[in-house]
């Protein structure tokens, strides 16, 4: 009886471990099986074509290759305050994770979205251990992930999103087991550091420092604000240093307050304004995100004002300031519409999500499943529209063509150079021309050209359109070295480099 007993608990242990991987591979099979259906493509035939995922791919190719030596990537040729980081307004987190990992394993072109799959899977496993799931709890995950639009939309795309997404499921394992209480020292310690690490990738992390100090010290709430603004305020600081300045609404808007506080208050009203009004406009995923992270908005202080129990009031507060902080970013910080708050929520809605699965909140779980399926169609028909350019678009021969074109004009990577000698300066319309982007050579830096194409530029390398060139202001300081009918390929002579 005994060795039946031990076969059992071996058996139920192995159950367990293969429902657990096969949860873990879900989104990566579901997103494997749509590319094959819609296009006929795998996984590994991805190319990056948008600005983002360009960016997000030849940043790490270039630390992979050159570590922090490499040039500059901007817009506008706007720098960032600390001398050695020279990456674009994503900070040098991805680039130093994801270059790290290809210098380890290599990186072809589909490189970032493999990688991608191996961060999520492995957040899932993290996920599943932490918070101690049954194996219905894993049924429950694998459904949701599967229905779920933002990683149905991003994971087979190189993009940071996955990877936020990946955080948000692991620190709901954590705080999970905070709240009930049964947090180790060393798991305290260890999501601590990994809030470290998402606030690193993206500084609208650190709300989440306020429940975290609070939990791992009860009782002190004082000892807990302190600790939340000292976390918080070294990673905005180091964020601000280290990421290359983006013009965008709220970033304008303190641009002008020493200038006019009063001009300055009336356009941040106006963004507000028009930030509420996009709520109810977007795709029909977009807009049920934001409703799905309201209306759990609204039940959680409905659970709060029943008082159930102090577990319960603990775990449904932790749901109104999750949402309450993701919905006021949107709101108050970020834009609404155009993907970019969807992108912002996804993370968040995957912590409450995640949350939920662990508490067992079925009739949550149920409803929130249930308002997945009638965006399903839209989700995948607007979704697969967009991969299809990253799997169907670019061939391997037409950046072949375009980096033997750029090597023949002598722009390659200097070795000790000056960052601006491994700088090219692009029209904004070439990021809608991939093939010449992926052709540039890692350890070269990319600089868009969005709001001041009249220069001076101090890139050694100005690759404009005709718009572009005509407008720039020093033409006797260019030499030109490629023409055609819609493209220009400069040397900057303004910048001595070898």
Same mark, same amino acid.
């Given at each position: ?9 071996? $058996? ?6 293969? *429902? ?33 995922? /360009? ?61 991608? /799959? ?20 894993? *049924? ?45 020292? $060393? ?49 905005? /600081? ?17 641009? =002008? ?49 029943? $008082? ?88 391997? *021969? ?6 033997? $074109? ?26 809608? =021309?991939?093939?010449?982007?992926? *052709? ?48 220009? /390929? ?9």
């Amino acid at each position: 009886m005994a060795n039946l007993g031990i076969f059992y608990r071996w $058996r139920a242990g192995w159950q367990h471990a293969l *429902a657990a991987l096969l949860t873990a591979l879900t989104p990566a099979l579901v997103a494997a099986l749509l590319l094959a259906g819609w296009h006929g493509q795998t996984l590994a035939g991805y190319v990056p074509v948008t600005g983002d995922e /360009i960016f997000h791919w030849h940043q790490p190719a270039s630390f992979a290759r050159v570590g922090f030596q490499n040039g500059y990537y901007t817009m506008d040729e706007a720098t960032p305050t600390a001398a050695f980081a020279r990456y674009y307004a994503w900070g040098l987190a991805a680039p130093v994770l994801y270059g790290t990992a290809a210098a380890l394993v290599g990186y072809g072109l589909a490189g970032g979205v493999l990688m991608n /799959i191996v961060i999520f899977s492995a957040a899932v496993l993290a996920f599943i251990y932490v918070a101690r799931l049954a194996l219905w709890q894993m *049924a429950w995950l694998a459904l949701l992930l599967a229905l779920y639009p933002p990683l149905l939309l991003y994971l087979p795309l190189h993009m940071l999103e996955p990877l936020h997404q990946a955080f948000g499921l692991v620190l709901a394992g954590g705080f999970y087991r905070l709240l009930r209480g049964t947090a180790s020292p $060393r798991l305290q310690i260890a999501l601590g550091l990994l809030l470290l690490l998402a606030g690193w990738f993206r500084v609208s992390w650190v709300v989440l420092w306020l429940p975290f100090w609070l939990l791992v010290l009860p009782g002190r709430p004082r000892r807990a604000l302190l600790l939340t603004g000292l976390f918080s305020a070294a990673q905005l /600081i180091f964020y601000d240093l280290t990421a290359a300045p983006y013009l965008y609404a709220l970033s304008v808007i303190l641009a =002008k307050l020493p200038q006019s506080p009063e001009t300055a208050f009336w356009l941040y009203i106006s963004h507000v304004r028009l930030n509420l009004l996009q709520l109810a406009q977007g795709f029909p995923f977009e807009v049920l995100l934001r409703l799905q992270l309201a209306v759990l908005l609204l039940a959680a202080l409905w659970q709060q004002v029943r $008082r159930a129990g102090p577990a319960d009031d603990r775990e449904w507060l932790l749901h109104v300031f999750n949402a309450a902080s993701a919905l006021g970013l949107i709101v108050l910080v970020y834009n609404t519409g155009d993907l970019v708050d969807f992108r912002a929520l996804a993370a968040y809605g995957l912590f409450s999500s995640g949350l939920l699965v662990a508490y067992r909140r079925w009739r949550w779980l149920a409803l929130l499943v249930l308002s997945l399926l009638p965006v399903l169609p839209a989700t995948l028909s607007t979704g697969y529209r967009w991969t299809a350019a990253a799997y169907t678009t670019i061939t391997p *021969a037409q950046i072949d063509s375009w980096a033997q $074109r750029l090597r023949a004009e002598g722009i390659q990577y200097r070795p000790q150079a000056d960052p601006w000698c491994n700088t090219v300066t692009f029209s904004f319309a070439y990021l809608f =021309k991939p093939e010449l982007l992926l *052709a540039l050579e890692p350890g070269l830096g990319i600089s868009i050209v969005r709001f001041d194409a009249d220069g001076p530029f101090r890139a050694a390398y100005l690759i404009l359109n005709a718009a572009d060139a005509a407008a720039y202001r020093q033409p006797h300081q260019l030499r030109r070295l490629y023409q055609s009918h819609d493209l220009t /390929i400069d040397r900057n002579l303004a910048t001595p480099c070898p």
